[in-house]
């Protein structure tokens, strides 16, 4: 198998937590006390084989968001927007839940604790969370997210800051337009979100969520991706139940780190957020921006090789330094620019098997006796880097 991304430094490992058990929490503002028992993602067991496609068929819901993919245990997890599909590893259905009315995005699992983690935006609220299930709570179709107890919601006020700043100062927010200055960096909210190393280097592995960010030709400060970086193993304290009447503001006053990639401008920034252990890389799947001035890649590869350095957050109103992150030299170069990238999906849905070969999500929609139904598959292909599309489809396990 051809690679052509560097292999991560041994100092910049992926780190499981190591504890064979999670201390039982009672989740805040009257939640239930959940124990969590020794994590089976953390023995030495055998991933099962991967198969060539695994189908989340087709749901009256929104598209396709992003996906997340258990193992071990043979489980594979599909975002529809409103909906969360979870199937073996053959497609067939073992439930699902129900009953989100704000934007759930991209998806992510955690080895660490065995349970998925997704965003969650409530714009009109101006709430953003964390979405977190527990996939063996999940045993039957159409599950309330909010009567269930198998969602619990952590809040992220650092993007409620940025998405409700206003920049122009005339005291007036512009809602979900993006056309003024309010919203700094362009923020929409979030929507890819990854498990991976701290980014500068230090400490645990970390969730990293990265902001939406706003289309719009006519600024200059919404030109990089945002990355923040969290150390979840303490969130069981701020966790609350989804209740979508009432929005909470349960979540940690502070980041572990937040972080710039410059790509140009792009529509309504990361959807799929993944690291991939093999290369020690970042996948930024992206709908195509519409500056003329950049190349406008579809897929962005941060270099996890190399450490985030100091410097301005070009196109601000004020002065702004922050640290930023390297794309991998390789791949489609702009040379105006000096971007790198790639042109492929993605977009939908993608996860690392972390040997060189990923799902790629492939989304559509089937009409079912006059209803328009939304569809998704994990398709899986093996990194290339081939240009303009790295990613080569796989029809064996």
């Known amino acids: 198998m051809r690679r052509s991304t560097p292999t991560r430094p041994a100092a910049l490992p992926m780190t499981l937590v190591t504890a064979t058990v999670v201390a039982s929490a009672v989740v805040a503002g009257g939640g239930t006390a959940h124990a969590r028992t020794p994590a089976e993602h953390l023995t030495a067991r055998t991933p099962l084989p991967a198969p060539p496609v695994v189908d989340g068929g087709g749901w009256k819901s929104g598209h396709l968001q992003g996906m997340a993919l258990d193992r071990l245990k043979g489980h594979m997890y599909f975002s529809y927007t409103n909906l969360v599909v979870k199937t073996d590893l053959r497609g067939k259905p073992i439930g699902s839940v129900t009953g989100f009315t704000g934007h759930l995005g991209d998806l992510a699992f955690n080895k660490s604790d065995g349970r998925v983690y997704g965003s969650l935006e409530y714009k009109s609220a101006k709430a953003f969370y964390i979405a977190i299930l527990d996939g063996d709570r999940i045993t039957r179709m159409n599950m309330d997210a909010e009567s269930t107890g198998v969602v619990t919601t952590v809040h992220l006020g650092e993007v409620v800051k940025d998405y409700t700043a206003d920049m122009n100062g005339d005291g007036v927010f512009d809602g979900n337009t993006g056309n003024t200055p309010d919203h700094r960096y362009g923020c929409s909210g979030i929507d890819g979100v990854a498990f991976g190393p701290a980014l500068d280097g230090w400490g645990q592995s970390r969730l990293t969520v990265a902001y939406g960010v706003y289309s719009n030709t006519t600024r200059t400060d919404n030109d990089h991706q945002v990355l923040l970086q969290y150390d979840v193993r303490t969130w069981w304290k701020y966790e609350k139940p989804l209740t ?49 001035t ?104």
Do not use: C
Request: hydrophobic share 30%; proline share 7%; no cysteine.
């Open 294 to 397: 950049f190349p406008n890649y579809s897929l962005y590869v941060v270099d996890g090789a190399k450490r985030p350095r100091w410097a301005p957050v070009t196109g601000q109103a004020r002065p702004e330094y922050g640290r930023h992150l390297s794309l991998l030299p390789q791949g489609l170069h702009d040379t105006k620019t000096g971007l790198y990238g790639y042109e492929s999906a993605g977009q939908y849905g993608l996860i690392p098997l972390d040997d060189g070969r990923f799902y790629v999500a492939e989304a559509g929609t089937v009409d079912s006796g006059g209803e328009t139904l939304q569809t998704g598959r994990a398709l899986l292909h093996e990194w290339t880097g081939a240009t303009p599309n790295p990613f080569a489809r796989l029809t064996r396990r």
């Open 244 to 292: 979508e009447s009432a929005p909470h503001t349960s979540g940690p006053r502070f980041h572990q780190g937040k972080f710039f990639a410059y790509t140009g401008n792009t529509t309504y920034g990361v959807q799929n957020l993944e690291y991939d252990a093999d290369s020690g890389n970042w996948l930024m799947a992206v709908y195509k921006g519409k500056k003329k």
